[in-house]
């Protein structure tokens, strides 16, 4: 089975609200990262966050991390349409050969 | 944009046909990569280069051969496909291998008829 996945496989919100995804793993890891695809496009790199952190922020993106449970989340602060878009995880193992292992995905939209 | 590209963005081909997709990126990156994206699939990782020589193989049917003359180009060979190769195919690059954020190409959509 697959090192991340994310939850829920789709989120509707409404424009202002916050989103929160989440991503749960099972290995050891390096360090997670979490991507943007708008449809079609590639994926943009969005933050990293490293296996010894607990939590990060960039801008309105707020990324936290729980070793001990495997996890992560994912908050979008005051949602924007421009925020529409899939949301991955991927992590790299620390006992692997460290290639990035992306899950399925959280497909967001948001309402204006 | 992320300063890698991909061409062509889109492509249909008929089982029989030899094509290339083609990667270029412009920041200076050792390591580029291949991934597949099919519906409702997590991003599978093809094939990884560094430093021009593959380091990854991600078990990948001999129908796809990649080819990476230089650091900064990295093409994928594509002959006798199946209607089931139809996917996203993304190129990235990063500074080294792992630890690295990944700058992606914007992907081509590949249709096998």
């Known amino acids: 089975s697959q090192q991340g996945e994310e939850d829920p496989q789709a989120l509707s919100i409404q424009e202002g609200e916050n989103a929160t995804m989440n991503c749960s793993y099972k290995t050891s890891i390096n360090n997670l990262q979490w991507y943007r695809q708008n449809s079609g496009r590639g994926l943009v790199h969005l933050i990293l966050i490293r296996s010894n952190e607990r939590e990060k922020h960039s801008g309105r993106l707020r990324v936290t991390l729980d070793t001990s449970k495997k996890s992560s989340s994912l908050l979008i602060t005051a949602s924007r349409a421009a925020d529409t878009a899939s949301y991955f995880c991927?992590?790299?193992?620390?006992?692997?050969?460290?290639?990035?292992?992306f899950g399925t995905g959280t497909r967001l939209t948001i309402i204006p | 944009e992320t300063g890698v590209t991909q061409t062509p963005r889109h492509l249909v081909m008929g089982m029989t046909n030899k094509k290339s997709l083609k990667c270029e990126q412009h920041l200076g990156h050792n390591a580029m990569y291949w991934y597949k994206q099919s519906a409702k699939k997590p991003l599978e990782l093809m094939f990884v280069y560094n430093f021009k020589e593959q380091t990854e193989n991600n078990s990948v049917p001999s129908r796809f051969s990649p080819e990476c003359p230089n650091s900064s180009h990295l093409f994928l060979h594509l002959h006798t496909l199946q209607p089931e190769d139809s996917a996203l195919y993304l190129c990235a690059s990063t500074e080294g291998t792992g630890y690295h954020e990944q700058y992606f190409g914007p992907g081509t959509r590949l249709t096998v008829t």
């Open positions: 991927a992590t790299d193992q620390s006992q692997g050969n460290e290639k990035l292992t």
